[in-house]
């Protein structure tokens, strides 16, 4: 059963627009959410994330939104370029789990010129 | 500094070879994990050493042997692997605090092929 669900996997948008990627979870134990992007056979980047106490942590152009009641999270790409086509991943840890991360299936994301 | 490097990049080998990879990270961090990651899935965890010892096996085949020399220094030793063992194999570090909440860092990958 998968405790992490990235439902979309693809989404493309225009340059200069905003992209969101969203993540549903299961477990509500989880208490720590992070969003990774990664390039074609390269390692994932860190990108942002999120405390269980927090709704809203913002770094640049990138916004994560938690919502706990619906166990739903986003990531909100502002503007979007070029550059941030890749394929993005949200985790969450915690509870049993600890500090293991379980990972979504991943978001194709392709940002259009 | 955030970075976790990874030898080698490419790794072609054959069935009945002998091979390692090396991860090195110089943050401190005293958590280090080996993934396995197939195309278009994520990335799918082996093993965590916390302080320097196994802490999980996720059932790996003992064909891969993970070591722990020191707290900067992680490999993973290879031997008669399969055709289907052929993968990205990441390295990853976290500081492994007691509270939880943790950034894991990611190596880069080593892109591994078995023929």
């Known amino acids: 059963d998968q405790q992490v669900k990235q439902n979309s996997p693809s989404l493309s948008v225009q340059e200069g627009r905003i992209s969101i990627l969203n993540c549903d979870y299961t477990?509500?134990?989880?208490?720590?959410f992070l969003w990774y992007k990664k390039y074609p056979a390269e390692g994932p980047t860190f990108l942002i994330s999120i405390s269980s106490i927090k709704d809203k942590n913002e770094d640049g152009r990138f916004t994560v939104f938690l919502n706990k009641s619906a166990k739903h999270l986003s990531l909100h790409i502002v503007p979007s370029q070029p550059g941030d086509s890749a394929v993005y991943f949200c985790?969450?840890?915690?509870?049993?789990?600890?500090?293991?991360?379980?990972f979504g299936g991943g978001t194709r994301l392709m940002v259009k010129p | 500094d955030t970075e976790v490097t990874q030898t080698p990049k490419h790794l072609v080998m054959g069935m009945t070879n002998k091979k390692s990879l090396k991860c090195e990270q110089h943050m401190g961090h005293r958590a280090m994990y080996w993934y396995k990651q197939k195309a278009k899935k994520p990335p799918e965890l082996m093993f965590v050493y916390s302080y320097e010892k196994l802490s999980i096996n996720e059932s790996v085949p003992s064909r891969f042997s993970p070591e722990c020399p020191n707290s900067s220094l992680l490999n993973l030793h290879l031997h008669a692997l399969q055709p289907e063992d052929s993968a990205l194999y990441l390295c990853?570090?976290?500081?492994?605090?007691?509270?939880?909440?943790?950034?894991?860092?990611f190596g880069p990958g080593t892109r591994l092929l078995v023929l």
């Open positions: 990853a570090s976290s500081q492994d605090r007691r509270g939880g909440r943790e950034t894991q860092y």
């Open positions: 985790a969450a840890s915690g509870g049993n789990a600890g500090n293991m991360l379980t």
């Open positions: 477990n509500s134990m989880f208490d720590y």
